[in-house]
């Protein structure tokens, strides 16, 4: 990589490493709590750094993509994820964390999945579009370093799915570059979300 190249790529890595270490050291007390304090970290954060540097948002996934290969991504994902939903779902682990709010009516459920929606996006911008589009110069290998901390935030959370995050990660991150937009993680990554909170309580 040429200086200007490298210095860019450290840029990204630094900035990335500095807000998850300060994201992962604030504490919220509430499932409300907590997804503001990921977009805070994982979306406005990282936008108003690409806006001060002058960066096109849609290079680092902010835009349509590729609207053929979003759609197939997402088809095929989809598919594969439906077999991994319906054993998990009947696990007593993943029955007892999700989902993470307490609702009284449907409408709540879905005022709930929308802010979850939220999650999901600032989740998928920040491990596909701003780490791993800052961190481009390095190729393919942009793919695994986005994945190795997207798997350690999932810490916490069921073992099966700790595991699990690391595949999806790599996976994420191959359609999203392919297809030039976090469309297909985002949406796989929500309704996936929605669906298998709907199976854990089933």
Same mark, same amino acid.
């Given at each position: 990589m040429k200086n200007g190249k490298t210095y860019e790529f450290f840029f990204f890595l630094a900035a990335s490493l500095a807000l998850l270490y300060v994201n992962r *050291?604030? $504490?919220s007390y509430t499932f409300k709590g907590? +997804?503001?304090k990921e977009a805070v970290f994982y979306l406005i954060i990282p936008v108003g750094i690409l806006l001060l540097l002058? %960066? %096109?948002?849609? *290079?680092y996934g902010l835009s349509l993509g590729d609207k053929a290969l979003v759609k197939r991504y997402f088809i095929i994902l989809f598919l594969i994820a439906i077999p991994f939903m319906l054993v998990g779902s009947r696990m007593e682990a993943f029955r007892l964390y999700? &989902?993470?709010f307490v609702f009284g009516s449907w409408h709540e459920f879905i005022y709930w999945e929308l802010l979850v929606g939220v999650l999901m996006l600032s989740t998928e911008f920040f491990f596909r579009g701003f780490m791993m589009s800052g961190l481009k110069r390095s190729g393919r290998w942009a793919i695994l370093i986005q994945a190795l901390p997207y798997t350690y935030? $999932? +810490?916490? %959370? &069921?073992i099966n799915e700790v595991f699990y995050s690391f595949f999806a990660g790599l996976a994420f991150g191959h359609v999203d570059r392919e297809s030039r937009s976090i469309? &297909? *993680?985002f949406l796989l990554h929500w309704s996936t979300s929605i669906i298998f909170d709907i199976l854990c309580m089933m």
């Open positions: *050291s604030l $504490h907590f +997804i503001c002058r %960066k %096109k948002l849609a *290079s999700y &989902p993470r935030v $999932h +810490i916490g %959370k &069921p469309l &297909p *993680s």
